[in-house]
C-alpha cells in the first residue's frame, strides 16, 4: 500500500489497514523476532521459560545466590533458550525429521548444548579460579572460544549484526595490536591470553553488565509486563487523553504525556511506540497533522520513556553499580533532564498545532478522567508499592518481588470480579503462567547482549583503548578551541574560553561516537559501550562522573530516532503509512530538547540536583535556562511564536537557544535579549492566522 502525500494534511485515514503492535515490534524490533515453534517444543520452551522467571522471582524475594553461580544459570538457561526462540535466518515453523527433532534443527540443538555447557563451566570449576587465571589449562580456552562463538551467534540471531561486528572489531584489536599506527597501538593479546581474559576473569563476559542484567534488570522487566498485563499502560492512555486531550492538537499531547507515564515501566522505546502510537497516531492525522509528524511525534515522545524514571530502560540498575549510588539518588537526578525533553516535545506539537490551527478533541471522543481513575485504580498499586519501596531504600530487586507480587493479587482480584471465584482464580493463573512467559521471553536478548557487551568491556580493559579514544578526542578538541576563540577576539567582551570552548567541543564530538555507537543496538547495551569508551572522554577535562554518566546515555539513546537507524520511527511510520527518512528526521527535530539538555547540566550539574553545586539560585537558573533555550529552538525550528517567524528571526532565535544554555551570565542575557525582543516584535505586530 502506497503512503499517502505527506502535503495532504487532511488525508482521510479511516482506510488504512489496523496493524497490530505485535506485527510492528517483530518487524521492526529484532529482540521480538520470535520463530514459530510445534505444539511439543513449545510447552517445552514455555516452561523452561516460566521457571526461569519463577527463579527469579524467588530469589528476589529470598536472596540470591553465589555470585557466579547465579549468573551462570542465567546465562546458561537464557543462552540455550535464545536457539529456541531465534532461528537462524527466518521464522518460519521447522518441520520435524532426523535433522530437526522436535521441529528444531540439529544445529540449534547443538548450539543450545553448548552454550549452557559453556555458561556453566566457570561456576562449575569457581574453587579452582584462583589458581587458573592467567594460566589456563587448555580446557578452559577450548570452553572460553566456544561461548564466544556462541555469544556472538546468539546475539546476531536475537539483535542483528550490529552489537556483534563491533565485538568482533574490539576482538581483532586486542590480538593485532601491534599492527596498529600511533597512540592505538598495544602490545597485543594472543588468544588464550584474549580467553583467559574474557571468560575466566570477572572483567568480561561474566562482569558487571551480566550480573546487573540477572540480579535487577530481568525483575523490572517481569514487572513491566505484569504491570501491563494488569492494565497499568491503558490506564496511562486513558489519563493522559482525559487530562491533554482537549487542547490544540489534543491527540499529539496525549501521545507525548502517555508515552512517558508507559515509558517509567517500559524497557523498550519500540514496544512504547506501537503500544501508545497505534491509537495516538491515527487521531493526530485525523485532526490535521502530516502524516510524518504524527509519527516523529510518537517516535520522540517513547524514545524518552527510556530516560524516565523510574525504569530509565533499565539503565539506572546498571548506574547503581557502575557509580556506587543508591538508586533514590540516580532516580532524583534523572527528574528533571526527563521533564525537559518532554517539555520540548510538547512545546513543538503545540506551536505546530497553532501554526496548522488545528483543533482539540471534542468531548465525546475523550473519556472521563473520573471514570478511568474509578475503573482503573487497582492496576496502579504495584507501581505505587514498588516506588515507596525505592524510596525508602530498599533493594531494587527486593522492591521488584513485591511490586511483582502486587500485581498477581490485582490481578486475581480483577479475575475474580469480571468471573466469578473459581473461574477468575482460573484466569488469574494463566495471565500469571502468560505473563512470566513473556517477561521470561523478553529478557532473552538483553541477556546475551550484555554477555556479548562484557567482551567489549574486557577488550576496554586489557587495552586502556577507552583512555587512548579520550586523549584523541580532547586533543582535536583543544585545537578547536584555540582556533575558534582566536576568532573571537574581534568582539568587546569575552563569550567563551579557552577552557569552556574544549568542554563544548568535546562534548560535541562525544555526542557524536554515542549517536553513531547507539544506531541499532538496545538502550542497555548502547550505555555499557559508551561508558567504557565515551565517558572517560568527559573524565579527563573534570566531569563528574554522574554527568558524563548522563550525558553518554542521553545520547545513545538518541540513535533510537536518528536516521539512517531511526527504528522507533521507522515503526511509528508504519502505523499511519508515512514516509519513514522523513519521520526520523522530523523525530530527531523534536527531540531537541534531549540533545540540548545534557550540554545544561554538564555545564551546569546544579540541574541534575544531587551535585556537590546545587542550591536553589544555581537550579532556578540552569532550569530557567534550559527552558527558554527549548522555547527559543522550538520556535525556531517550528517557524511558529505567536506568530509566523522571519528567516532572520529563525536564525537569531537559534543562536539564543545557545547562548541561553551556556554556562555564563553574560551569554544567558544575550540569549533572553534576543527571545525578548522578537516576542515583543510579535506581540507589536498583528497576530497572522494559517495561510496569510
Not at 562449575?124 to 579460579?129: G, K, N, S, V
Not at 482460573?426 to 500469571?432: L, S, Y
Request: glycine fraction near 10%.
Amino acid at each position: 500500500m502506497q503512503a499517502p502525500d505527506d502535503n495532504d494534511k487532511k488525508a482521510d485515514v479511516s482506510g488504512l489497514k489496523q496493524v497490530q503492535p505485535q506485527e510492528l515490534e517483530a518487524r521492526f524490533d529484532p529482540e521480538q523476532r520470535f520463530r514459530k515453534l510445534g505444539r511439543a517444543l513449545t510447552i517445552f520452551t514455555s516452561s523452561v521459560l516460566f521457571l526461569l522467571a519463577c527463579y527469579h522471582f524467588y530469589t528476589a524475594g529470598f536472596g540470591i545466590p553465589r555470585t557466579t553461580f547465579h549468573r551462570g544459570l542465567h546465562m546458561a538457561v537464557t543462552l540455550a533458550l535464545v536457539f529456541f526462540c531465534f532461528s537462524a535466518f527466518s521464522r518460519r515453523e521447522t518441520r520435524p525429521g532426523w535433522w530437526a527433532p522436535m521441529g528444531l534443527p540439529l544445529l540449534d540443538w547443538v548450539l543450545a548444548i553448548a552454550a549452557a555447557v559453556t555458561s556453566l563451566y566457570v561456576p562449575w570449576i569457581y574453587d579452582q579460579l584462583a589458581f587458573r587465571v592467567g594460566n589456563p589449562l587448555p580446557i578452559d580456552i577450548v570452553m572460553g572460544t566456544i561461548l564466544i562463538l556462541v555469544l556472538l551467534e546468539a546475539v546476531r540471531r536475537s539483535m542483528g549484526w550490529p552489537l556483534p561486528v563491533i565485538a568482533i572489531l574490539f576482538m581483532c584489536y586486542a590480538y593485532f595490536g601491534r599492527s596498529f599506527p600511533g597512540i592505538f597501538v598495544h602490545p597485543g593479546a594472543d588468544w588464550p591470553d584474549l580467553v583467559n581474559h574474557l571468560y575466566l576473569t570477572s572483567q568480561g563476559i561474566y562482569g558487571t553488565a551480566l550480573g546487573v542484567i540477572s540480579t535487577y534488570v530481568f525483575h523490572f522487566v517481569l514487572f513491566g509486563v505484569m504491570a501491563t498485563r494488569v492494565g497499568l499502560g491503558q490506564l496511562f492512555i486513558d489519563v493522559a487523553s482525559a487530562v491533554t486531550g482537549r487542547f490544540a492538537g489534543g491527540p499529539a499531547k496525549v501521545s507525548v504525556v502517555s508515552s512517558a507515564l508507559l515509558g517509567s515501566i517500559s524497557g523498550s522505546s519500540i514496544a512504547n511506540t506501537v503500544t501508545t502510537g497505534a491509537l495516538t497516531i491515527p487521531a493526530m492525522a485525523r485532526i490535521g497533522y502530516p502524516r510524518h509528524f504524527a509519527a516523529a511525534v510518537e517516535a520522540a515522545s517513547s524514545t524518552g520513556g527510556q530516560i524516565t524514571p523510574p525504569v530509565m530502560g533499565a539503565v539506572a540498575f546498571l548506574m547503581i553499580e557502575y557509580l556506587g549510588m543508591p538508586l533514590t539518588t540516580i532516580l532524583l537526578a534523572a527528574i528533571v533532564p526527563a521533564f525537559m525533553h518532554f517539555f520540548g516535545v510538547l512545546l513543538q506539537v503545540h506551536l505546530e498545532a497553532r501554526r496548522l490551527g488545528l483543533r482539540g478533541l471534542t468531548k465525546e471522543e475523550l473519556p472521563n478522567a473520573w471514570q478511568v481513575i474509578r475503573k482503573g485504580w487497582l492496576s496502579i498499586i504495584p507501581l505505587i508499592l514498588l516506588m515507596v519501596m525505592l524510596m525508602r531504600g530498599r533493594t531494587p530487586f527486593l522492591a521488584a518481588f513485591w511490586g511483582i507480587a502486587a500485581c498477581m493479587g490485582v490481578l486475581v482480584i480483577q479475575s475474580v470480579q469480571a468471573h466469578g471465584v473459581m473461574a477468575g482464580l482460573k484466569v488469574a493463573a494463566i495471565g500469571v503462567w502468560e505473563g512470566f512467559i513473556q517477561g521470561a521471553r523478553q529478557s532473552l536478548p538483553i541477556t546475551a547482549a550484555a554477555a556479548l557487551v562484557g567482551i567489549i568491556i574486557g577488550v576496554v580493559t586489557l587495552t586502556g583503548v577507552g583512555f587512548k579514544i579520550a586523549y584523541m578526542v580532547t586533543g582535536l578538541a583543544s585545537g578547536w578551541a584555540s582556533a575558534v576563540h582566536d576568532l573571537l577576539t574581534v568582539l568587546p567582551f569575552e563569550v567563551m574560553g579557552i577552557p569552556t570552548l574544549t568542554l563544548l567541543f568535546t562534548l560535541m564530538l562525544t555526542a557524536v561516537v554515542c549517536i553513531l555507537m547507539g544506531c541499532g543496538i538496545p538502550t542497555t547495551a548502547n550505555y555499557i559501550i559508551m561508558v567504557a569508551v565515551a565517558a572517560p572522554i568527559l573524565g579527563l577535562l573534570g566531569v563528574q562522573p554522574l554527568v558524563a554518566h548522563f550525558f553518554v546515555f542521553y545520547y545513545g539513546v538518541l540513535a533510537d530516532v536518528t536516521p539512517p537507524v531511526a527504528l522507533a520511527a521507522y515503526a511509528a511510520s508504519s502505523i499511519i503509512g508515512a514516509n519513514a527518512f522523513k519521520a526520523g528526521n522530523t523525530a530527531f527535530r523534536l527531540s531537541m530538547g534531549k540533545a540540548l539538555v545534557p550540554f545544561v547540566f554538564v555545564f551546569s550539574p546544579a540541574l541534575l540536583i544531587v551535585t556537590p553545586e546545587f542550591t536553589v539560585q544555581a537550579f532556578l537558573l540552569a532550569a530557567g535556562g534550559a527552558m527558554l533555550g527549548i522555547l527559543s529552538l522550538s520556535a525556531a525550528i517550528t517557524n511558529w511564536l505567536r506568530g509566523p517567524l522571519y528567516a532572520m528571526e529563525r536564525v537569531v532565535l537559534a543562536i539564543a537557544a545557545f547562548l541561553l544554555i551556556a554556562p555564563h551570565m553574560t551569554s544567558t542575557l544575550m540569549g533572553i535579549g534576543i527571545l525578548g525582543a522578537v516576542t515583543l516584535r510579535q506581540v507589536a505586530m498583528p497576530r497572522k492566522s494559517k495561510g496569510t
